[in-house]
């Protein structure tokens, strides 16, 4: 059990790094735009304020740094127990 109790505040030390979240924030620039581009691109392009929905906007930004930040901590949170 001692292992299991160790491991989640090694993670989220590790996802508190700044090169770790610095690195989720480019990921999600990106790869958010793209998919923000790809899912609402014609409406924001058109200037359809009304027909845009915000909150995936916001969404579509979220989880490419959530994916980013939690992949990045659990590598570097693996390889130091290694």
Do not use: H
């Amino acid at each position: 059990m001692k292992v299991a109790e160790s491991q989640p505040r090694s993670l989220f030390a590790a996802a508190r790094d700044r090169s770790i979240l610095v690195g989720g924030l480019q990921v999600a620039a990106v790869v958010g735009t793209v998919l923000n581009a790809i899912n609402q691109g014609d409406r924001l392009l058109a200037l359809q304020w009304r027909d845009v929905v915000w909150w995936k906007i916001g969404l579509t930004y979220l989880v490419p740094f959530c994916v980013s930040v939690y992949s990045a901590a659990r590598i570097r949170a693996l390889s130091r127990r290694a």
